[in-house]
Structure formats: structure tokens, C-alpha cells
């Protein structure tokens, strides 16, 4: 009996072995954004049946092999590259369309910040955000972790990852729990993302001890190990080139040392040529992904033919649908937390309405976090599924007590200017503090408001709100008008307010002002003898002005979608109304032939007053023009009509524009432009820009009608804190 126990097991191995029921591992190198020619890798490999048993990952290699065993698809993540979701979630910018049409601004705002949180002086532990990251990969991997019961044995395609605990100083492995908390601290390349701090671990990159992971893979007895390397070599004998080349030295040297070819233990080795594109390389996603697939392809072409001598055999890949969308409709729970035990988070429940449960829909609950990232009380917000697959927590992380980001932009045609936010947010109230100041040789000034307190009904996406705020505003402007004297060398607004903001969803705003204003000219010289003003200019007048926005634009240049339009109108009284000023504004945007994609705008302008400084005419001039002399101050009556074109070339950072401008105008307070004032002015500008992680550098020419600006260039770096 036991004889032929012993037998029957015998058998059924060798059965098992003849029929290819073998074990195959692939191990996945870190490399930041080269991690994305694992992708192709996963294209080719599909496309020629090679069989995957086992992932094993670190760093960016955790974050595709880790969604690819969640089972999202190749096509998926090919999109996510291609529509600017993985630049965005890596780089921590978030698109248009995720943030309300009031808070648009903080799109070119940086990350680095400086504030006090109780008492203490803290700063960015990041140059990136990470907010996106947590809300992205949560959305992506919920479902997998609840079909797997939060066992990696059990996901689409068993899986291992490795961060690095820099309190211990050694790997720490995962194999199971919540797939977003493994794949998040192992692509934590350290100065770029914060570090994650649980269980009393300092967890970061996972590359800092193991590069190329083939020992975890190991532990697990494998039979066959492919080990696939998207690191450049290191060439010790260049020198450092850029950011992008300081951290591409940083992750070659400090991280774990060596190269991955130096690794052993592995059956199959290749590496991906990655064109020397760096750790921070996002916007090269798509030639990343193809050297990923030729390489792949290539490697899967020789592997075909070593497991047809091994007899290992082509398998049926297994159906994704259930780890994708296990939760799809499931009704959970809603659970909000704070770090902060002197903070209720019911608070945001009741302010934005929400209910006590949520039925699972992955658009929804983004739309939902979004929501509570508009109150700006909160600068993380982490969800999280309980292992009974019933309750979802949001663990809402406060903002400091005091925070400030700030933006730096070079011109050479309005010089140095430096933009700073600050935000004190009134938590325990929903309000907030928040102070613009700019500091320029041009231009500059201070915008300090204070929002007490948002009134909010129940709604879909946004409720409908009532947002009151007080507001006190200051700025100045140096005035140089070619070939004549100028207007003014320099003038000084000031105005306070007390305005409410009427928010009606989304992408529309409606703000009504009331308060008093003064306009203070160091001198004024009028360039048209029969221009009058008053002499009361300088003293305190009220004021009223309605202001309505609605902005459908999902996304900027160079692939723009939707349309935005607006008005305002100002009033001004001095024993009567002295000042009017309407401008209407409208946008719309699409892509055109060929990859070029394009805007065309419409504005107009309508003044009368008795104030030089509310004849409020804008002129479409070039960019050397418009910006170096200010000639959209200066005319009663303005149609502007553009157009704009842009389109990447080589990658997707690198875009090249084109914007062409006509303007109609009547009484021009200049004298200069009075032989245009029939005809109107055109004029054109052509740029070139190029996106860093860190801002824009234009290098543009305008050309004009305007005898001095037939061919003008012109200079922008703007350095995004």
C-alpha cells in the first residue's frame, strides 16, 4: 500500500513536470520613471504566451508588476501613460478636472512647502506630492484586495514586494495586507516622495538594499527565473547633467550599490535600454514602454525556445474580471478619522452632506475625495478598505497650522518676480486664511483673504455653497509705453472687500464684491490731450463688481478639451457712478489634425471712465509687447480675437506653440496706436517650451505690426517651488 502511495506521487510529478506546471518568476528592477518599460515587457510577453507564476518587484517595478498582478490590464496602463495619469500621479500634479474651477490656480503652484504644525517649524519631506498616489493606487488594487482576502498568494498573479526600513537598515518584505501600502513605500525614492512611517518602521525605496530582488524570489522555490533590469547602467566616467542626472546618480550610487547584471540566482537575464532617460523622465513614457516591448519581444522569442526544451508549456491566461471589479456596487460603510484626536472628522461629513454608506464605484469615490480635498483643511486623505470588505475609511490628514509654497518666474520681458501662498487653515470651522503676495521689479503686490465659514447644501460632485470672505488687496506696476511718455511711472491699487462666493458645481463660480478702492499714480502725464481724469483718483471710492466663470477645460496644452466662458463688471461711485468696466471672456479648445491641438479665444473689453486707470481696454499684443509695455491698459473699447496651436515633438515635454492675435480697438489713450485704430493690430508669437518636474522654460518671438516689434525674442524660466 504504502509502496504504491509512493508510486502514485512519483507519477504525478513527473506528470506534472512533463505537462509544464512549473513555477516561473519575474523579478522587476527599480529604475523610477524607466519602470515604465516594464509595461511593454508585460505587452510582449502576453502577446507570445510567456507563462508568469510569480511577480516580484521593487520600486517602480512594485508599482507595474504590483497593478499588473491586481489585474489591471497592459492596455490600461499603456493609457494611463499616454493620457498624463502617471506623470501626474508620479509628479503630484493634479489635472484640471480634478480640482474645483475656484482652486484652479494652485495648479502652478509648487509642492516644496514651509509651515508650523503645533508650534514646530516642518517642512516638505518631498520635492513631490504624494496625495494622488494614495487615492490612485487605492482605486486601482481595492477589489483585487478584497477578491484575494488580502493574501498576495491570491491576486490576479501571486506577488512580492520590498521597501527599505531605515531604522533597522534592511529590506522588509511584503506578501500580504492592503496592496496600496506595500506598493507605496517601495516606490519612495527618498528626497522625491515622503517617507511612510507605520508600524514603527520608516519605510522607503525599496532599491536602497535590493535593486533587482531575485533572493525574494528565491525564497519562494521557484523553477525558473526571469529577472528584467530597466536601469541604465552607470557610466562612472560622465559627469552629472541636471536634476534629472542628480538623481539618476543618486539612484545608481547611494541606492543599493552595483548594477542589476551583477545580481545572480536568476535563470534568464536581460536588460531594457532605457536611451538614457533618467529617474525622473515621466513625460518619456510612450519610447519607454516601446524600448520595454522590442526588448521584451526579443527575450520572449529566446524564452519560447528554452521552455520548449525545458517542456514547459503555454498556459490560458486566467480571467482578470473579478479581481478588477469585486467590489463594483458593493454598499460600504463610510468612516471618517483624524490623526488629530483634537479634531472631529464628522465635521466634513457634515459639511458636505455625506451619508453613512457609499455604494463602490471607483469614479465616485474619486469624485468624493476630490470634494474633501476642496475644503482645503486637508492635505492627505488615505482610504482604505477593513478586511471584512464592509467599511471604507478616509484618514484625513490635517494641513499644517501654516503653510507656504511659492513659485519663481524669470522673464526677460518682466524681469524677476517671486509668487508665494500662504494657508492658515480654521480647521474646526471649515474657513481659511490664505495670503497671495508677489515680489517682482515690474510688478507685484498682496492678496489677503479670509473665508469665516461654507455654507453647503446636498448636491452631486460639489453641493451648492455659499462662501463668504473679507478680502484686501494691494499691487503696483511700473508703466513704460514705447516712444511716448509714460502714463505713469508707477501705480498703486488698493482695495478691500467683502465679497460671497456662489458655488453652483464644479466648473462654475459666481462672485459678487462690494468694498472701496483707490488707484494712487506716482504721476500721471496724459498721452492724449483730450483724455480727462478726475482729481479725486487717489482717494477711497466704493465699489461693486460681479464676476462669473464657468470653465469646462479638462486639461491645458498641448491636447486641449472643452470650453470656458465669463464675464465682469465693475461699478465705481463718486457722488455718482464715474467708472464702468465690462469684459466677457470665452474659450474653446480641441485637438486638430496631425496631433496638433489648439484654442481659439474671444475677449472684449468696454470701458468709460473718468479714471485712467479703468480705461480698461486690453490689447492682444505679443508676448514682449504686452508684458514689457502693458498696452492692455490703455483703451477704451477692445475686441481680441486668438488663436493657438500647440503640439509635442520628440517627447512630451518638449511642445511647440503657436498663438496668432487681432485686436480692434477705440480711443487709444496712447497716441502711438491711433493709425491702427481703424484697422486693428496683429500679431503673433511663436514658442518653444519645455516642462520640467520643476517648471517651464519658453523661448518665444513676437512679431507685430508696431515698427520696434517686427521680430522682438523673448525669455521664460519659471521655477515651481
Do not use: C
Amino acid at each position: 500500500m504504502n509502496l504504491s502511495i509512493i508510486l502514485m506521487s512519483i507519477m504525478l510529478l513527473l506528470s506534472a513536470q512533463v505537462s509544464g506546471q512549473q513555477k516561473i518568476a519575474l523579478v522587476l528592477s527599480g529604475g523610477g520613471a524607466q519602470g515604465m518599460a516594464h509595461i511593454g515587457v508585460f505587452k510582449a510577453f502576453e502577446e507570445h504566451n510567456i507563462p508568469i507564476d510569480l511577480i516580484v518587484g521593487s520600486s517602480a517595478g512594485a508599482l507595474v508588476g504590483g497593478l499588473y498582478a491586481a489585474g489591471v490590464t497592459v492596455a490600461e496602463m499603456e493609457e494611463m501613460v499616454r493620457n498624463g495619469t502617471i506623470e501626474h500621479l508620479f509628479i503630484g500634479r493634479t489635472k484640471r478636472a480634478d480640482l474645483p474651477v475656484w482652486k484652479r490656480d494652485e495648479l502652478y503652484l509648487g509642492n516644496l512647502s514651509l509651515g508650523v504644525s503645533n508650534r514646530q517649524i516642518v517642512g516638505s519631506s518631498g520635492l513631490l506630492d504624494d496625495k494622488l498616489i494614495w487615492k490612485s493606487l487605492f482605486l486601482l488594487t481595492a477589489s483585487a484586495d478584497y477578491q484575494s482576502d488580502w493574501d498576495f498568494d491570491s491576486l490576479y498573479v501571486p506577488f512580492r514586494t520590498v521597501a527599505s526600513d531605515l531604522r533597522k537598515q534592511e529590506p522588509v518584505i511584503f506578501d500580504s495586507g492592503p496592496l496600496a501600502n506595500a506598493l507605496r513605500p517601495s516606490m519612495s525614492i527618498p528626497l522625491i516622495y515622503s517617507p511612510i512611517q507605520q508600524n514603527g518602521q520608516v519605510l522607503v525605496d525599496g532599491g536602497i538594499y535590493v535593486k533587482l530582488p531575485v533572493e525574494i524570489a528565491l525564497e519562494e522555490e521557484p523553477d525558473f527565473i526571469i529577472a528584467v533590469s530597466a536601469e541604465d547602467a552607470p557610466d562612472y566616467g560622465t559627469e552629472v547633467q541636471g536634476l534629472g542626472g542628480m538623481f539618476e546618480e543618486l539612484n545608481s550610487r547611494i541606492l543599493a550599490s552595483g548594477d542589476s547584471v551583477d545580481v545572480k540566482g536568476w535563470d534568464y537575464f536581460f536588460r531594457v535600454p532605457t536611451g538614457g532617460h533618467h529617474v525622473l523622465d515621466f513625460p518619456a513614457g510612450e519610447a519607454l514602454m516601446q524600448a520595454g516591448y522590442i526588448a521584451g519581444t526579443e527575450a520572449a522569442l529566446e524564452l519560447k525556445q528554452i521552455f520548449g526544451q525545458k517542456g514547459f508549456e503555454a498556459r490560458h491566461i486566467k480571467s482578470r474580471h473579478d479581481h478588477r471589479h469585486a467590489l463594483d456596487g458593493k454598499i460600504l460603510a463610510l468612516r471618517l478619522e483624524s490623526e488629530n484626536a483634537d479634531f472631529d472628522p464628522e465635521m466634513i461629513r457634515r459639511k458636505l452632506k455625506l451619508a453613512d454608506s457609499l455604494s463602490f464605484d471607483r469614479q465616485k469615490l474619486d469624485d468624493l475625495i476630490d470634494e474633501v480635498y476642496a475644503t482645503d483643511i486637508y492635505q492627505a486623505v488615505i482610504p482604505s478598505l477593513d478586511r471584512a470588505g464592509k467599511t471604507l475609511t478616509l484618514s484625513l490628514l490635517e494641513k499644517p497650522d501654516i503653510r507656504t509654497r511659492g513659485r519663481l518666474n524669470m522673464s526677460s520681458t518682466r524681469g524677476m518676480t517671486l509668487f508665494t501662498r500662504t494657508d492658515m487653515p480654521m480647521s474646526r470651522f471649515g474657513g481659511l486664511v490664505q495670503l497671495d503676495a508677489a515680489f517682482g521689479n515690474v510688478s507685484g503686490g498682496a492678496q489677503l483673504a479670509v473665508y469665516p465659514v461654507s455654507y453647503h447644501k446636498t448636491g452631486t460632485r460639489v453641493p451648492f455653497s455659499i462662501r463668504p470672505a473679507v478680502e484686501a488687496r494691494t499691487s503696483y506696476h511700473n508703466y513704460d509705453l514705447p516712444g511716448a511718455k509714460p502714463l505713469a511711472d508707477r501705480i498703486h491699487s488698493h482695495e478691500l472687500s467683502i465679497h460671497s462666493a456662489t458655488i453652483e458645481g464644479w466648473d462654475r463660480q459666481m462672485l459678487l464684491y462690494g468694498g472701496v478702492r483707490s488707484d494712487n499714480p506716482g504721476q500721471i502725464l496724459a498721452a492724449s490731450s483730450d483724455f480727462n481724469f478726475l482729481e479725486q483718483y487717489d482717494e477711497f471710492m466704493p465699489f461693486f463688481r460681479i464676476n462669473y466663470k464657468e470653465d469646462h477645460i479638462k486639461r491645458d496644452l498641448p491636447i486641449v478639451e472643452g470650453w470656458k466662458i465669463g464675464f465682469q463688471s465693475d461699478w465705481i461711485w463718486q457722488d455718482e457712478i464715474i467708472s464702468e468696466q465690462h469684459h466677457l471672456w470665452t474659450t474653446f479648445g480641441a485637438e486638430l489634425m496631425l496631433g496638433w491641438s489648439g484654442t481659439a479665444a474671444l475677449e472684449y473689453y468696454n470701458g468709460d471712465s473718468s479714471l485712467p486707470i479703468f480705461s480698461m481696454g486690453r490689447l492682444a499684443s505679443p508676448m514682449a509687447l504686452s508684458e514689457k509695455y502693458y498696452m492692455y491698459n490703455w483703451a477704451e473699447q477692445v475686441l481680441n480675437i486668438s488663436l493657438e496651436t500647440s503640439h509635442s515633438f520628440i517627447r512630451d515635454d518638449l511642445r511647440g506653440e503657436i498663438k496668432v492675435m487681432h485686436s480692434r480697438f477705440q480711443n487709444p489713450v496712447w497716441n502711438g496706436l491711433d493709425q491702427y485704430e481703424t484697422s486693428g493690430l496683429s500679431a503673433m508669437d511663436i514658442s518653444i517650451n519645455f516642462l520640467t518636474i520643476v517648471g517651464k522654460v519658453s523661448v518665444g518671438w513676437s512679431f507685430s505690426e508696431l515698427e520696434d516689434y517686427k521680430g522682438k525674442s523673448w525669455t521664460q524660466i519659471g521655477i515651481t517651488l
